[in-house]
């Protein structure tokens, strides 16, 4: 499959509580995205890293590249229940416009 | 930003009838854009990749000639969706890409539903 893996598939957790999702890919990338989409909505852009990076933060995500494993992680401190979603990274292979998303993780944020 | 409407949001139709989806960018001109479909509780599949002013490329397993594209200017696709059938039915986003950054910026998606 081109797709990537992202684990867990699903996340449950209590809100105040650290969440952390994990993607793995396949090819060389030029960067990598991270996505949220509320169920049955579209995407809202969470943070671009690219591939000289090693990790970006914005508010309560921070986001970590690690290419020699290829493998991203992103963290939401602090979870609220608003952060109920599902979340996806998507790469950009190195050389072409192709973006290949992950499989996305659940994410239950309980009040 | 760069920013990417799609219109309708959400449309439905007869089986065996055909469906428009536009793609614009609207602050920024898409040398490429890019249609994606989403199933129910499933990640988002490239479907073809346009260039402004020359034929889609699509991916393996979609067929051209059900998922017709034009990418007629530098600010607009359309995804016409012919003969729907209800397996048809899915989550269709654009997403737009300004040369050379190779970076997308996505549509808000279109659902499509069958009957």
């Known amino acids: 499959s081109q797709q990537g893996e992202e684990d867990p598939q699903a996340l449950s957790i209590q809100e105040g509580e650290n969440a952390t999702m994990n993607c793995s890919y396949k090819?060389?990338?030029?960067?990598l995205q991270w996505y949220r989409q509320n169920s049955g909505r579209g995407l809202v852009h969470l943070i671009l890293?690219?591939?000289?990076?090693r990790e970006k933060h914005s508010g309560r995500l921070r986001v970590t590249l690690d290419t020699s494993k290829k493998s991203s992680s992103l963290l939401i401190t602090a979870s609220r229940a608003a952060d109920t979603a599902s979340y996806f990274c998507?790469?950009?292979?190195?050389?072409?416009?192709?973006?290949?998303f992950g499989t996305g993780t659940r994410l239950k944020v309980l009040a | 930003g760069a920013v990417v409407s799609q219109h309708p949001s959400w449309v439905i139709c007869k089986s065996g009838t055909s469906v428009k989806i536009e793609c614009r960018s609207l602050d920024f001109q898409a040398t490429t854009m890019f249609w994606y479909r989403q199933f129910p509780k499933q990640s988002l599949m490239l479907m073809a990749t346009?260039?402004?002013?020359?034929?889609?490329?699509?991916e393996q397993g979609v067929e051209k000639d059900k998922f017709l594209i034009n990418h007629a200017s530098l600010t607009l696709s359309t995804l016409t969706v012919t003969s729907a059938h209800p397996e048809d039915s899915s989550f269709y986003i654009c997403?737009?890409?300004?040369?050379?950054?190779?970076?997308?910026?996505f549509g808000p998606g279109t659902r499509l539903t069958v009957t």
């Open positions: 346009s260039n402004e002013g020359s034929k889609a490329t699509y």
């Open positions: 997403s737009a890409s300004d040369r050379p950054s190779y970076e997308q910026y």
């Open positions: 998507a790469t950009l292979t190195s050389g072409t416009y192709k973006y290949i």
């Open positions: 890293i690219r591939s000289n990076e």
């Open positions: 090819t060389s990338i030029n960067n």
